[in-house]
Each structure stands twice: as C-alpha cells, then as structure tokens.
C-alpha cells in the first residue's frame, strides 16, 4: 500500500523559514518523481513543485522560485520541501505527491501538514 | 501557460440524478487531463487519467471524456459520497502542472 506521511508544518512569522518532509513507502520510491501541492484556506489546489527521479531537475511555480526549494533523499525514501523568506500568502496545507508512471498525473497523495504564516 | 477553466462553479443535484462536469483548456493538452475528486478535511483522490482512464478502484458510474481543449467528466447516478469538489488537471512541460479551478458538487 502506497503511503505518504508529510510532516514539519506549523505556524512561522512572516519572513521565517520551515522545512518540510514528506515519508515514503509502499513503492519504489527513487523510481517515481514527486511534486508539493498546497492549497490556502478555502481555495483551490496550487501546484508548488515537483523534482525529478533522480533529483537533478526540479522545477517550481513563480509565486514560490527563488524562496523554496524541493529535494529528496531516496536512500531514505523521502521528499523535502525547504520554505525561505515566507509570506501570509504561503499559509497552506502543503500535499506531497507521487506522480505516475506515465508522469502524466498525480496517483497518490499525503493527508497533507499545515503551514500558518502569520505573526 | 495553459489555463484550466472549469464550469459550472457548483452543480446542485439530487442523489441519483447525473452530473456533468465541464474543463477548458486554453490551448490543446491532447489527451494528457485528470481529474481529483477532493472531500472536506481530505486529500484530493485521483479519479480519471488521460481523459477517459478510470484509475484504479474508481467505480464505474466515473467517466471521463474529450481530447484537445474541452473534456467532461460524468458521474451517471450520484450516489451520496459523490459530493464533493472535483479538479481538473493537466501536465504541461516537464513536470509543471495545472490545475482548474474546481467544481463543488452540492447536494440539492
């Protein structure tokens, strides 16, 4: 059974930093890219970032390039997400996510962690 | 970029009566659309893939349909768990990803 466990959300002040985690299992984990997706309070879902099998090619939405930066470890079979320079706006529950084989669509997420930006 | 434009915005329906959904893309995605079926305080659950694939245990009264810019999704007879906000998404270069807008399915 595929899982995937985020963790590390919370409340920070606008301008701090939070790094979150996101564990993996149930599948071969270095075989498949990975991607964050949040969604702020009441709103739809917003695409942040994705990384590729092997880690060397990430790729990330303009309203987060240059402030977050995704990375994975696959010896440990997790996927990070580092949040710099945080702004109200960012306030989401971030979702990890596990593309496809066909990496055409997201077929499994996490139950997600919420990040509160406020002062 | 290719925008997503889903419609309507909410669908107020009765269980048992059928649902059609309705996505728009800005310029063709070919076949490459999905679609999320997402229930409050839950995670978004992946229904449809390449327009008309049903993923794994979705039931049968799911339908996807479409190609190029206009794709439908159908539920035949909604059933009770049925309600609930459903997205659209497509992959556009790479990696990168779109999502519409969202539709909430209400019960009537």
């Known amino acids: 059974e595929v899982q995937l466990l985020e963790s590390g959300g919370g409340l920070v002040q606008p301008g701090g930093s939070l790094g979150l985690s996101c564990s993996a299992s149930?599948?071969?984990?270095?075989?498949?890219?990975m991607s964050w997706v949040r969604q702020a309070p009441g709103k739809g879902l917003e695409w942040v970032s994705s990384v590729s099998i092997t880690g060397g090619s990430t790729y990330y939405a303009d309203s987060v390039k240059g402030r977050f930066a995704i990375s994975r470890d696959n010896s440990r079979n997790t996927l990070y997400l580092q949040m710099n320079s945080l702004r109200a706006e960012d306030t989401a529950v971030y979702y990890c996510a596990k593309w496809g084989i066909s990496a055409r669509f997201l077929d499994y997420w996490g139950q997600g962690t919420l990040v509160t930006v406020s002062s | 970029d290719i925008v997503l434009t889903q419609s309507p915005a909410t669908l107020s329906l009765s269980p048992g009566e059928r649902a059609t959904l309705s996505c728009r893309a800005s310029q063709s995605v070919s076949s490459y659309l999905a679609w999320y079926q997402q229930k409050p305080g839950q995670a978004p659950r992946l229904l449809i893939y390449d327009a008309s694939h049903r993923a794994t245990g979705i039931p049968a009264r799911f339908s996807g349909s479409g190609s190029g810019t206009d794709f439908t999704l159908t539920i035949s007879s909604l059933e009770p768990e049925d309600f609930a906000v459903y997205y659209c998404q497509q992959r556009s270069n790479w990696l990168l990803l779109t999502f519409g807008g969202g539709t909430k399915v209400e019960i009537k």
């Open positions: 149930g599948f071969p984990f270095s075989s498949y890219a």
